[in-house]
C-alpha cells in the first residue's frame, strides 16, 4: 500500500499539484486514496530518500524543488546504467533477440498510437536490459525507474525520428558485437530523453529553475 501511495505522490509532484515548498496534506491524501496515515508516512520516507520530500521538526514534511540538474542527472545515470546491461548483451544476444528488436524497432518507427508506442518502447529497452544485465544493474535500474512517475517516461515520443535513430544506434551495435559503441548510444540516448523530460516540466512550471 506504501508503494502505492508513494507512486501517487510522486505523480502530484510532477503533475504540478504538490508545488516546491509546499507541506504535504497527509491527512487529505490518505483520505483521497481511502487509507489510513500509516501508509502515507511510510511512503514519506521513501520519498524522503528519494529527495522529492523533507522533513522539518513540529513542522511536517515538504515537497522539495526539483531542478533541471536532477532531471538530467536521473537521465544521465539511467543512460550509464542500460549502457552496461547493453554492453553485457553483446556477450550473450541471440538471433531470436535481435529478431525481436529489429520488430520494435520497425513497429516503433512505423508510428501510430502514442500508448502503443510508448509499450514497444519499454519492451525494447526491457529486453536489452534482461538481456546483459548483471543482478545488481537490474536492481539499480529498477530503482531508477520507480524514482519518476510513469507519466515522466511518457513525455518524450518514443517514435520520433531522433529516438528511431537511437533505437536502430543501438541495434547495429549489438549485431556488430561492438559493447563501447553500444554504451555510448545507450549513454547519447538517454540524454537526449532527458533533454525533452525537462523542457517538459520547465514549460509545466514543474521545475523550480
Known amino acids: 500500500m506504501s508503494v502505492e501511495v508513494a507512486d501517487h505522490i510522486r505523480s502530484m509532484i510532477f503533475d504540478g499539484r504538490l508545488r516546491a515548498a509546499q507541506r504535504v496534506p497527509q491527512d487529505a491524501i490518505a483520505a483521497e486514496l481511502g487509507v489510513s496515515r500509516l501508509p502515507v508516512r511510510e511512503a ?26 536532477d ?27 535481435l529478431a525481436r528488436l529489429d520488430e520494435l524497432v520497425a513497429g516503433m518507427a512505423d508510428g501510430g498510437d502514442p500508448d502503443l508506442m510508448h509499450d514497444l518502447n519499454w519492451e525494447f529497452h526491457s529486453l536489452v536490459n534482461r538481456t546483459g544485465a548483471s543482478s545488481r544493474t537490474l536492481s539499480v535500474l529498477r530503482h531508477l525507474s520507480h524514482a519518476l512517475p510513469r507519466e515522466v517516461y511518457s513525455l518524450p515520443d518514443p517514435a520520433s525520428p531522433e529516438a528511431n535513430r537511437g533505437h536502430a544506434r543501438i541495434v547495429a551495435a549489438l549485431r556488430a558485437g561492438d559493447a563501447a559503441a553500444v554504451d555510448v548510444a545507450n549513454r547519447e540516448h538517454m540524454q537526449r530523453e532527458g533533454d525533452q523530460v525537462v523542457a517538459a516540466l520547465k514549460r509545466a512550471g514543474v521545475l523550480s529553475i
Not at 514519506?44 to 540538474?69: M, Q
Not at 542527472?73 to 547493453?86: E, I, N, P, S, V
Open 44 to 69: 514519506l520516507i521513501t520519498l524522503e530518500a528519494d529527495g522529492l520530500v523533507a522533513a522539518e521538526p513540529h513542522r511536517g514534511v515538504f515537497v522539495v524543488p526539483i531542478r533541471a540538474e
Open 71 to 97: 532531471i538530467e542527472d536521473h537521465y544521465r545515470l539511467y543512460g550509464m546504467a542500460q549502457g552496461l546491461a547493453a554492453a553485457g548483451a553483446v556477450r550473450r544476444i541471440t538471433a531470436p533477440v
